[in-house]
T-cell receptor, first 119, second 104 residues
Framework: GAVVSQHPSRVICKSGTSVKIECRSL??????MFWYRQFPKQSLMLMAT?????????EQGVEKDKFLINHASLTLSTLTVTSAHPEDSSFYIC???????????????FGPGTRLLVL | DAKTTQPTSMDCAEGRAANLPCNHS???????VYWYRQIHSQGPQYIIH???NNETNEMASLIITEDRKSSTLILPHATLRDTAVYYC?????FGAGTILRVKS
């Protein structure tokens, strides 16, 4: 149980275009989803916390107008990188948690990640 | 959020126990300690979590000191597939983690 998927697994796009990444909880309902970014040889950096039906909370330094997050259902959250530039190239990872899980609601289950390359 | 400190890297012989330490002296009284691991180019995998008591599951054991300022993750019989970066976190802040290399 507790499986999270991401799509696409990797994407290459031209500078200036927008890219949408989907994060789905496959076998549980996730009231909270998190989006992380990871640059090569670095740790995960939290970008935003998304609660179903409400606006995402962004970490300091993360532009909310550039990284649009939508969490419209209990099983789906999307991250849209708008007007992508080469410096946005990174590994984007989502995670999901659920208060209905017998585990604590803070337990995160991670997706496999999406590798974005902006040319 | 609690900041955690872990050794940069560790080596372990295959079949032996791997003991990964973590310092979390700023963790609050009701904040759980979580352990995740990340194999290259994959999303992190949940391993175990604990508050005060020692915990064990099918993957690992977690030993937490009485003052809760540190903990140790134990992989009882490390295999080559356990080679990964291991993260000890308080909530949502990931540090650099420990690179565990299991060698045959």
């Amino acid at each position: 149980g507790a499986v999270v998927s991401q799509h696409p697994s990797r994407v290459i796009c031209k500078s200036g275009t927008s890219v949408k990444i989907e994060c789905r909880s496959l076998d549980f309902q996730a009231t909270t989803m998190f989006w992380y970014r990871q640059f090569p040889k670095q740790s995960l950096m939290l970008m935003a916390t998304s609660n179903e039906g409400s606006k995402a909370t962004y970490e300091q330094g993360v532009e909310k107008d550039k990284f649009l997050i939508n969490h419209a259902s209990l099983t789906l959250s999307t991250l849209t990188v708008t007007s992508a530039h080469p410096e946005d190239s990174s590994f984007y990872i989502c995670s999901a948690s659920s208060p209905l899980d017998h585990q604590l609601p803070e337990t995160q289950y991670f997706g496999p990640g999406t590798r974005l390359l902006v040319l | 959020d609690a900041k955690t400190t872990q050794p940069t890297s560790m080596d372990c012989a295959e079949g032996r126990a791997a003991n990964l330490p973590c310092n979390h002296s700023t963790i609050s009284g009701n904040e759980y300690v979580y352990w995740y691991r990340q194999i290259h180019s994959q999303g992190p995998q949940y391993i175990i979590h604990g508050l005060k008591n020692n915990e064990t599951n099918e993957m690992a054991s977690l030993i937490i000191t009485e003052d809760r300022k540190s903990s140790t993750l134990i992989l009882p019989h490390a295999t080559l597939r356990d080679t990964a970066v291991y993260y000890c976190i308080g909530k949502l802040v990931f540090g650099a983690g420990t690179i565990l290399r299991v060698k045959s």
